[in-house]
């Protein structure tokens, strides 16, 4: 069994560590990416997801400093079955078996929801880990497969990009909130029901993530429209000088016309309005839709690459 250095406690997080939380994961960031990549505002609406219980979900590991070093979380996007979870260890502080704790504690977390979960279903905990980092060579020695790698792309608006321009008999109109929520969520679920890892969400647990977002703002979400239907979606956020596309989605019936392009351009355009020059998203390399090379397409570059690690907890009865 794995043991926190000497001196190190562990323990649930209360409201007042989100600051020290989020100074580990943006020393993670910078450590890792070269620039800080985590907000408070991230940290806060991952607390509020679905079902998310900060006593229950969370765990930080703290040293006889008390500085916060390490932080883990898990949350079942869908309900028991498939349970996604992330660790993060302050550099000076990796390799000093303070992964294996929090992994561990992920793992025991999963099991319970396995237990919960319905007869049938199979179960698994998810983690990412970029290629060459400490968690990297953790999780196959513990038995997780890597089932993908998702992609990372970025552009330097400043560098230039194709001018914007709606498909012929489309029109790209701003989200109008109190108005588009269904059927925008409804689009979405149609553009991701053929993707990898897909499951309906309920609506009200849809708006709850997306609309109730603390950086959600309306006057950067776009939808394509075709008379009165709506074919095509882009949900981007602003956080801090980066601006980050959450969701780009196309009905499966209308791809191929060149509706995500004129969503993605519109996008960099609002952005390059408000003086954002850093626009990122991220994407299964697998994508069966052609969404790489539509971003390669527009000037978007990869920048980094993360593995999806599984972790059956319980195979499929």
């Given amino acids: 069994m794995n043991e926190l250095p000497k001196g190190f406690l562990l323990r649930r997080p209360e409201l007042a560590d989100a600051q020290g939380i989020v100074a580990l994961l943006v020393a993670c960031d910078i450590a890792d990416l070269g620039r800080p990549d985590s907000t408070l505002e991230d940290l806060q609406a991952d607390w509020t997801h679905p079902r998310f219980d900060r006593l229950r979900d969370t765990w930080i590991v703290v040293a006889p400093d008390r500085a916060t070093v390490g932080y883990a979380w898990a949350w079942d996007r869908v309900p028991h ?6 660790v ?3 550099p000076e502080h990796r390799r000093k078996g303070i992964e294996e704790v929090l992994i561990g504690l992920l793992e025991g977390r999963g ?3 396995a237990a919960a979960a319905p007869a049938e279903a199979g179960v698994h905990l998810a983690l990412f880990a970029k290629p060459g980092s400490v968690v990297a060579p953790i999780l196959p020695s513990r038995g997780y497969v890597r089932v993908r790698t998702y992609l990372r792309m970025t552009i330097e608006l400043k560098a230039g990009y194709p001018a914007p321009g709606a498909p012929k008999g489309i029109e790209i109109r701003r989200f109008c909130q109190g108005i588009d929520e269904r059927a925008v969520h409804g689009l979405i679920e149609d553009s991701f029901s053929d993707h990898f890892r897909f499951a309906p969400e309920p609506h009200d647990e849809w708006v709850s993530r997306r609309v109730g977002h603390p950086e959600f703002d309306p006057d950067l ?4 429209w075709e008379g009165e239907e709506p074919v095509g979606a882009v949900l981007p956020y602003l956080y801090g000088d980066l601006g980050w596309v959450r969701e780009l989605g196309v009905r499966r019936r209308a791809r191929g016309r060149g509706i995500g392009k004129a969503l993605l351009l519109e996008t960099f355009r609002a952005f390059g309005v408000r ?3 850093r626009v990122s998203l991220g994407v299964d390399a697998e994508n069966a839709t052609g969404a790489t090379r539509l971003y390669e397409g527009v000037g978007m570059r990869e920048e980094e690459r993360h593995d999806l690690y599984h972790l059956t907890l319980r195979h499929v009865r």
């Avoid at 079955?81 to 992330?86: G, R, S």
């Avoid at 979400?221 to 394509?224: G, L, Y």
């Fill in 221 to 224: 979400w776009f939808v394509a």
């Fill in 88 to 90: 993060h260890v302050l």
């Fill in 81 to 86: 079955v498939d349970v996604q979870a992330d």
């Fill in 275 to 277: 003086k954002v020059d």
């Fill in 111 to 113: 099991r319970e929801h």
